[in-house]
């Protein structure tokens, strides 16, 4: 049960990087979410995933006791164990035989335990993040051109430039608050230019004045020749490149081969829409380029970075109001864990491993022990656990057999590894699984620490529900390991405004400027400052007491001569080409309602309601035999995938998409990272997760159904395809056999047995089979199986489960999938904050609504979060295209 507070809490949100405030407030035993007015990355706004907090909030599925061999044991029995086996393999293998494995979702006061712990006290440097897969590019990036991983920009410069270009970012679904602060600047001044560059054409392209559709993987090339345009054309700094600058020469020789016909040709673009993009930029004074997965994962991500900061640096578009090039974070702390050394070629506070700066961190920290080397990569450290080099791993607050490329290699290397430890908040995900000792994490709304946005505000989140069960604070459990591994000393807090007043100490040890991270204005703090902290950004020290909006102004940069450097790049594509055997290329990403592999946003019905199925986006032309409603198998080299058709003439010839985020839970096969080989770039680790070459073949399934059982924790159903449905009370699942049975009754016996129930059948031959159980008068259990995919009225079916239809003529409605009583069905939620569908939708505008705000007028949808306003033009646009083809005939 959870106990009501008595006020509303101030937090941030435990999604992605833009970090918006959010106030909970108690509504009965629940809590609604809202923005925080003054919050300065959303003033007010949220998204739909933000407005959902409070939908997550259950205990169901929760991990809430410590388990080691899934038996669960008390926190001395864990710890213990714990510290014993990686005391046993330190002393036997040495300290490089054991790694963590930690996630920018941790808050900064976790991560820095974790990071101290390895790197200061165990003495290796296997200590990496998730954040290798998400901006390890982005890093080296900024570090190359400026010395240091600094963000020179704020939020404001958005709204603020003449031109922005969105490249490798789908800003609608992935930083909603952002594209909504974009599209109402644009409202504001529509002279601003948005311009997105993207393979595919994504919700984000509803507010561009530019989509360029270029060939994956051609981001550097693309930068490179508007370099050269902009060079021909007198549009850069001279001044500016003298003064505060190094390596422009090398630079501008390498991008003069990108002529317009070379890049025009490279990038699959026409000539004449390239000539619009230069003049746009070269017609814009405050250029501020967003960029994010689409130029960071890939085997050249770092080469497209620097060509985008190229272009930056050489108009001199760094520094001012409204420019920069603004690499945008994913998770909530992404920027935390890179301030704290999360990655494992970081030591600590943006330090490295250069002498200096190894006996600097190994004198703050009181340790002799500081590894003197960086460690592996999430990649290879997988690779090493797989081949016996690292013998004990400990994963937190990610979920790598999802989320890593290669994942059943992972999982099969993880099989074979002597200690597998996993602190997560759920008990049962692709890892836990695979662990020999489980941990259970506090999770957002029960933990207290800080973490870093994107435009490097720090902000407070904020408990607000007591610890469930026996869940503890990451920083707590690592720190009790410390103790217990003879570290007392250094790992003796008691409160995480400690760890934090230790980790800005740090920040600002021996730093005289050199290091852009200092937050040393921060380490005096009382608990009740830390705990009452405003939102901030660094640096914050003596200089800077406020804290600093926006890096650079002084055109100074943290290479020891001050200046920048231009890195000449050598466009490349990726590894992968597509070939006979896998002539299509595989896209990932996200969808605008679910978080990574769904262990929190797979819990909300409401959530799921957008996109409820693993899917496969492809041109119709790639694969003409496969049609709508069709599942259809997407191989690549390394697996397979039983997917759902969606043939879309807006995915570009060539190119699929396919969702990272089903996880085994949700889906029998549709781990998209299984298909993914690991290639890296060479100077981030990061690996290509973009870009894999597969074939799409069609899946003859002799049925498809959808099932409903009371119960959510049902198991799914044996057969090859299933997907899970989240829907409170209720296990629904869409399912397909390649093979029909003989008897659909006894089928459904051998897997949910309705004996003793009352069974309403109606079998259509040839056509499928439908089935209601009943136990006194309530429903159990409904079962749609058709040849193709059954068309189920899911409200209707749900609704009976709750309230039974009474007459004959409604069970039989139900029956045939169908409401019993004149309530039309609603089709897809479109709208997930009023839970509008495409139906009602679809009418309103065959009834004369026009615009979105006409819609929102008539039902509601896109009034709250907006996110789905991309959704309701395509529906207006669409339903008027039909309506003018019905007047011409
Ligand atoms: N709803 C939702 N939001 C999220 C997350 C989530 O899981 N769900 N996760 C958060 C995290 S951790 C991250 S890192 C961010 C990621 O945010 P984004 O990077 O915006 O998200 P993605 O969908 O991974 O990829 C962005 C786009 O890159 C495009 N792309 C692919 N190849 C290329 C290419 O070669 N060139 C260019 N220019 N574009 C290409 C894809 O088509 C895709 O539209 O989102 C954060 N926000
Ligand atoms: N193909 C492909 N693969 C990708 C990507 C892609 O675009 N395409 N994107 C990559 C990117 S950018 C990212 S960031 C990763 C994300 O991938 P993951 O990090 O693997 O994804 P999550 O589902 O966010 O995993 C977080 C885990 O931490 C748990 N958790 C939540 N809160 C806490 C807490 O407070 N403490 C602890 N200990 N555990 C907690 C959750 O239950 C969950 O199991 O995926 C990467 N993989
Ligand atoms: S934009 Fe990101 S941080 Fe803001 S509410 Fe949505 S998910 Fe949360
Ligand atoms: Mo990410």
């Known amino acids: 049960m959870k106990s009501t507070p008595a006020a509303t809490t101030l937090t941030t949100c435990a999604y992605c990087g833009v970090g918006c405030g959010v106030s909970m407030q108690p509504q009965g035993d629940a809590f609604s979410a809202s923005g925080i007015k003054n919050h300065p990355a959303n003033l007010g706004r949220l998204c739909v995933k933000g407005s959902a907090l409070g939908e997550t909030l259950d205990l169901q599925g929760r991990l809430l006791q410590p388990e080691i061999d899934r038996q669960p044991v008390s926190w001395a029995q864990a710890l213990d164990a714990v510290a014993e086996r990686l005391r046993a393999i330190i002393s036997e293998y040495g300290p490089q035989a054991v790694a963590f494995y930690g996630s920018g979702q941790l808050l900064t006061e976790d991560y820095y335990v974790a990071n101290k712990l390895m790197k200061g006290f165990i003495g290796a440097g296997n200590m990496d993040t998730n954040s290798r897969l998400c901006m390890a590019s982005a890093v080296v990036g900024y570090k190359r051109a400026f010395g240091a991983d600094a963000v020179p920009c704020r939020y ?16 609608a679904w992935a930083h909603p608050v952002v594209y909504q602060r974009l599209a109402q600047a644009k409202k504001d001044r529509p002279e601003m230019r948005i311009i997105v560059i993207d393979p595919r054409q994504t919700a984000t392209c509803d507010i561009a004045d530019m989509h360029l559709a270029l060939r994956p993987g051609s981001d ?15 549009r850069l700094d001279s001044d500016f490149l003298q003064q505060h600058t190094l390596g422009a020469a090398e630079t501008l020789r390498a991008a003069s081969e990108w002529t317009l016909a070379r890049t025009a040709e490279f990038c699959g673009l026409a000539e004449e829409q390239l000539r619009d993009f230069y003049r746009l930029i070269g017609g814009s004074e405050r250029l501020v380029t967003l960029y994010s997965m689409g130029i960071n994962q890939s085997s050249s991500g770092v080469d497209k970075c620097n060509a985008i900061i190229n272009l930056h640096l050489a108009t001199g578009q760094i520094g001012r109001e409204g420019c920069g090039p603004f690499s945008i974070t994913g998770q909530p702390n992404a920027m935390g864990g890179r301030e704290v050394g999360g990655l494992a070629n970081q030591l600590a506070c943006h330090m490295g491993f250069t002498p200096e700066d190894i006996s600097r961190v190994g004198r703050f920290w009181g340790s002799d022990s500081v590894s003197q080397s960086a460690g592996l990569n999430a990649v290879d450290l997988f690779r090493a656990v797989e081949e016996g080099r690292i013998k004990a791993v ?7 057999l999802v989320s890593l490329p290669d994942a059943d290699r992972v999982r099969a290397g993880l099989a074979r590894c002597p200690l597998v430890i996993v602190s997560d908040i759920m008990r049962d995900t692709d890892t836990t699984r695979a662990a020999h000792i489980c941990l259970p994490a506090l999770g957002w709304g029960e933990k207290n620490g800080t973490v870093t946005n994107s435009e490097r505000c720090i902000s407070r989140q904020r408990a607000f529900l007591p610890a469930p069960g026996e869940a503890k604070p990451d920083w707590w459990i690592l720190s009790q390991v410390a103790q217990r591994l ?11 405004a400690e760890i934090f007043r230790e980790h800005a100490a740090l920040s600002g040890f021996e730093n005289h400027g050199s290091r852009a991270f200092d937050i040393s204005g921060l380490a005096q703090l009382s608990n009740a400052e830390w705990d009452g902290l405003q939102p901030i950004q660094w640096p914050v020290n003596a200089a800077n007491p406020q804290g600093t909006a926006r890096l650079f102004t002084d055109k100074r940069f ?3 001569d001050g200046k920048a450097r231009l890195i000449a790049v050598t466009p490349r594509l990726p590894l992968n080409a597509p070939s006979g055997a896998y002539p299509l290329v595989m896209n990932t990403g996200r969808v605008r309602d ?7 946003t797979g819990k909300s019905a409401r959530l799921m309601q957008h996109l409820s199925e693993p899917f496969c986006q492809f041109h119709p032309d790639d694969a003409p035999q496969i049609r709508t409603g069709d599942l259809l198998r997407v191989s690549s080299s390394h697996g397979w995938l039983l997917l759902r058709a969606q043939p879309d003439p807006l995915q570009p010839r060539g190119s699929v998409f396919v969702p990272m985020h089903w996880n085994s839970n949700f889906s029998q096969q549709a781990r998209v990272d299984a298909l993914i080989e690991a290639h890296v770039d060479p100077l981030s680790g990061q690996p290509e997760s973009k870009h894999m070459p597969v074939s799409l073949r069609r899946w003859r399934a002799a049925w498809q159904a959808k099932l409903f059982v009371r119960g959510e924790n049902n198991v799914p159903p044996l057969t090859p395809y299933w997907s899970r449905i989240t829907q409170p009370g209720i296990a629904h699942f ?21 004996a003793g129930l009352i069974c309403q059948t109606a079998d259509l031959g040839d056509d499928g089979f439908s089935l209601l159980a009943w136990c006194e008068g309530e429903l159990q259990l409904a079962f749609y199986a058709r040849r193709r995919a059954p068309s189920v009225d899911r409200q209707a079916v749900v609704a009976a489960f709750s309230a039974p239809p009474q007459t004959a003529p409604q069970r039989l409605a139900l029956l045939a999938g169908r409401a019993g009583s004149d309530k039309a069905p609603t089709g897809a939620i479109i709208c997930s904050c009023f839970s509008v569908g495409e139906i009602p939708i679809a009418d309103a505008v065959r009834q004369g609504c026009r615009s979105v705000q006409q819609l929102g007028d008539a039902l509601k949808c896109g009034t709250n979060c907006g996110s789905c306003i991309p959704e309701l033009k395509k529906i207006i646009a ?3 295209s039909t309506l003018a083809a019905g007047e011409v005939k």
Request: charged fraction near 10%; include cysteine.
């Open 594 to 600: 679910q978080w990574h592999t769904m262990t929190r």
């Open 486 to 496: 003879g570290f007392a000393d250094a790992f003796a807090w008691q409160h995480p």
């Open 220 to 234: 550097a090339a693309l930068f490179c020749g508007v370099l050269n345009a902009m060079a021909k054309c007198g």
């Open 878 to 880: 669409a339903q008027l």
């Open 558 to 560: 943290y290479h020891p």
């Open 156 to 171: 404001q410069d958005l709204e603020q430039a003449d031109c922005v270009l969105l490249t490798g970012s789908n800003t």
């Open 734 to 754: 869409t399912l397909a056999d390649s093979s029909r049975p003989t008897d659909w009754l006894a089928w459904v016996n051998e897997q949910y047995p309705t």
């Open 394 to 400: 400990w994963i937190m607050g990610t979920n790598p």
